[in-house]
């Protein structure tokens, strides 16, 4: 199963056609994608749904993810879950705690520095230094490739991707909109799909900028196509990070 990418750019109709979805514009031909091939989708622009064609999704655990002009998640549409899982129920139990901000904050902290190392280790850099000079070394010898406003667009798109990405998963977990802590979970799981994708990302990103023609117009779908390239790695920083909350959670059992 693939994720499918909706860009309005111009106002696209998206509606049921037997067991897939149909995709229809004024400018192209219908497009049907079958739901047994689709994991999630993402929405951004012109995208008008039928009620139907939603609820079918949600029937099938499709999450609908809604991005903003700016890449961010506007919205999401999921299903229900008759059962709620046991990481569920361990985050239930954990914000039940009287201390469970202090303690996840401490999580935190030790999440952020094993993906700093990580990436550290994948550019080359030794990770035992102490992670705060290892960020700041990171991110300064990659500004020069973010100090423009194209390769800001594409940070802003991939930032969205990620949090549609980190959504999708801990819907399918069983951890709701409405959920206690759930919006300090998704910052994190974002900060270690980003923190995974920054090796990769910024020798694309100078690659790009190395060949970039002075009147070449950008490419809308650069993004998209360099998070789908680099999927494996983005899933495995989500669920490795995922698996490691769920393991402190349940030590704190």
Not at 47 to 59: G, K, N, Q, Y
Not at 75 to 91: D, K, L, N, P, T
Not at 101 to 115: M, N, S
Request: proline letters at 5%.
């Amino acid at each position: 199963m693939r994720p499918l990418y909706l860009d309005g750019v111009t106002a696209l109709n998206v509606s049921m056609d037997g067991p897939a979805l149909r995709v229809s514009g004024p400018s192209s031909a219908d497009r049907r994608y079958p739901l047994a091939r689709i994991s999630r989708v993402v929405v951004s622009g012109q995208v008008s749904w039928t009620t139907d064609a939603l609820l079918t999704c949600a029937d099938e655990g499709i999450v609908v993810c809604f991005l903003n002009a700016d890449g961010d998640v506007r919205g999401r549409w999921i299903g229900r879950r008759s059962e709620r899982s046991a990481f569920v129920q361990r985050w239930h139990d954990f914000v039940d705690r009287p201390d469970w901000k202090e303690r996840y904050a401490q999580w935190r902290v030790a999440t952020r520095r094993r993906a700093i190392r990580l990436c550290a280790m994948c550019m080359g850099w030794s990770p035992k230094h102490d992670p705060r000079s290892l960020s700041r070394s990171i991110l300064d010898a990659t500004r020069p490739c973010a100090d423009n406003q194209e390769m800001r667009t594409i940070k802003r798109r991939l930032h969205g991707l990620a949090q549609s990405r980190a959504l999708e998963e801990l819907a399918k977990i069983g951890l709701q909109a409405n959920d206690v802590g759930l919006l300090n979970i998704v910052p994190d799981l974002v900060a270690a799909i980003q923190w995974g994708l920054h090796p990769d990302l910024t020798r694309w990103l100078l690659d790009r900028q190395r060949r970039r023609e002075p009147k070449q117009p950008s490419d809308p779908y650069g993004a998209v196509c360099f998070f789908e390239r680099h999927r494996g790695t983005c899933d495995f920083a989500l669920r490795d990070t995922l698996l490691r909350l769920n393991q402190y959670l349940r030590g704190l059992q």
